[in-house]
């Protein structure tokens, strides 16, 4: 049983399923555990870390109630201070709650809090790529300047950062309700624009071509790509789709390595047929020789699909520029950065609290 007694709550009023806050809040009443502050994500912007600030206030447990972006805004938040988080997935895809296997009923969710246990998860943490390595501070939590941001799910640049503009506006939601994925896939799709990026690798894997079973060997070797794309997406936690539960083949929370995923600015008509090749595990071909990868002579060796359009490797970094600087960036599906843009696996892990 988890020793749980004095909670602080954030919440987003946008999130898919926020009506279901007030219930969740009168459970967690019930189960005799204060809730010593109920805070709006929003009351969090500019803020510098309140992790070190809630754990000296006597906080046990930060719960997120709401979707991917919000869990990301928190656990920038909380990283570095140890504080664990609890997820009641009040989204509208809750990919982050998924890749965690922790319920999407709001009961079940907040009945954790007696019966689920502590895990630690990767984190990944990006950066301007111009700035200098972050060297944490003891005065990191009076300080109002931030330079980096952690997430949880991944870190995209392209259609998708196009897809949140539109997705994530309140108008927009108030308007289309559940419509609003929907609706704002079609815009970007009709007006979408692909950029001509540089992505330079760290600590790349290399997965063995003579067993597909080993585990990838880290290559100090630098490498990079260089093309016209439509996203760069950086996962960290393997479920998208919501409901659809689409799952990033060999990506985990658990394996020290960032999945990279670039789409390049194939025909529009060939991109689902293209996506759904890649989500079927049956289309991936470690390391095989194919005339696709012969064209990325420094990429080869760590591709982990031949679907031709598609790259995926590991590495625990990455640098990211566009021929058009700044490009926005959205981490956890919140537009929170711009390129350049350099990520790597935080050294900090994230505690959660999961099904025991």
Same mark, same amino acid.
């Given at each position: 049983?988890?020793?749980?007694?004095?909670?602080?709550?954030?919440?987003?009023?946008?999130?898919?399923?926020?009506?279901?806050?007030?219930?969740?809040?009168?459970?967690?009443?019930?189960q005799?555990?204060?809730?010593?502050?109920?805070?709006s994500?929003?009351?969090?912007?500019g803020?510098?870390?309140?992790?070190?600030?809630?754990?000296?206030?006597?906080?046990?447990?930060v &719960?997120? !109630?709401?979707?991917?972006?919000?869990?990301?805004?928190?656990?920038?938040?909380?990283?570095t201070?140890?504080?664990?988080?609890?997820?009641?997935?009040?989204?509208?895809?809750?990919?982050i709650?998924?890749?965690?296997?922790?319920? %999407?009923?709001?009961?079940?969710?907040?009945?954790l809090?007696?019966?689920?246990?502590?895990?630690?998860? +990767?984190?990944?943490?990006?950066?301007?790529?111009e700035?200098?390595?972050?060297?944490?501070?003891?005065?990191? !939590?009076?300080?109002t300047?931030?330079h980096?941001?952690?997430?949880?799910?991944?870190?995209?640049?392209?259609?998708? &950062?196009? =897809?949140?503009? &539109?997705?994530?506006?309140?108008?927009?939601r @108030?308007?289309?309700?559940?419509?609003?994925y929907?609706?704002? #896939?079609?815009e970007?799709?009709?007006?979408?624009?692909? %950029?001509?990026? @540089?992505?330079?690798?760290?600590?790349?894997?290399?997965?063995?071509?003579t +067993?597909?079973?080993?585990p990838? &060997?880290?290559?100090?070797q630098?490498?990079?790509?260089?093309?016209?794309?439509l996203?760069?997406?950086?996962?960290?936690a393997p479920? =998208?789709?919501?409901?659809?539960?689409? #799952?990033?083949?060999?990506a985990?929370?658990?394996?020290?390595?960032?999945?990279?995923?670039?789409?390049?600015?194939?025909?529009?008509?060939?991109?689902?047929?293209?996506l759904?090749?890649? =989500?079927?595990?049956?289309?991936?071909?470690?390391?095989?020789?194919?005339?696709?990868?012969?064209?990325?002579?420094?990429?080869?060796?760590?591709?982990l699909?031949g679907?031709?359009?598609?790259?995926?490797?590991?590495?625990?970094?990455?640098?990211i520029t566009?021929?058009?600087?700044?490009?926005?960036v959205?981490?956890?599906?919140?537009?929170?950065?711009?390129?350049?843009?350099?990520?790597?696996?935080?050294?900090?892990?994230l505690?959660?609290?999961?099904?025991g």
């Amino acid at each position: 049983m988890l020793n749980v007694h004095k909670i602080l709550l954030v919440h987003s009023p946008h999130s898919g399923r926020s009506s279901q806050l007030t219930e969740a809040i009168t459970s967690l009443q019930t189960q005799s555990l204060e809730i010593v502050e109920t805070l709006s994500i929003a009351d969090l912007d500019g803020l510098p870390d309140q992790g070190p600030l809630w754990k000296e206030r006597g906080i046990d447990i930060v &719960v997120a !109630a709401g979707g991917d972006g919000l869990i990301g805004g928190v656990t920038t938040h909380i990283a570095t201070s140890g504080l664990p988080l609890a997820i009641l997935p009040l989204g509208t895809s809750n990919d982050i709650a998924r890749s965690l296997n922790i319920p %999407q009923d709001v009961s079940a969710a907040l009945a954790l809090l007696a019966n689920g246990k502590i895990i630690e998860v +990767d984190l990944g943490v990006a950066r301007p790529a111009e700035q200098a390595p972050l060297i944490p501070s003891s005065h990191a !939590a009076n300080s109002t300047e931030k330079h980096h941001s952690y997430f949880v799910h991944a870190l995209t640049t392209g259609i998708n &950062v196009q =897809f949140a503009r &539109v997705a994530t506006n309140v108008a927009t939601r @108030k308007r289309y309700g559940r419509m609003t994925y929907p609706f704002a #896939a079609i815009e970007v799709l009709r007006n979408h624009t692909a %950029q001509e990026m @540089k992505i330079q690798f760290t600590d790349l894997a290399l997965a063995s071509t003579t +067993d597909p079973d080993q585990p990838p &060997v880290q290559s100090t070797q630098a490498a990079s790509l260089h093309c016209q794309a439509l996203q760069t997406t950086i996962i960290n936690a393997p479920i =998208f789709g919501g409901a659809w539960n689409f #799952a990033v083949p060999q990506a985990t929370l658990y394996d020290g390595l960032l999945d990279i995923i670039v789409i390049e600015d194939i025909d529009l008509g060939n991109l689902n047929t293209t996506l759904s090749n890649f =989500f079927s595990t049956s289309e991936q071909h470690p390391g095989a020789p194919q005339a696709w990868h012969a064209r990325y002579p420094d990429l080869h060796p760590a591709e982990l699909t031949g679907i031709p359009g598609i790259h995926h490797v590991q590495a625990r970094g990455v640098t990211i520029t566009t021929s058009s600087d700044p490009q926005g960036v959205t981490l956890d599906g919140e537009i929170r950065g711009q390129t350049p843009i350099s990520v790597q696996m935080a050294s900090e892990r994230l505690r959660v609290v999961v099904p025991g």
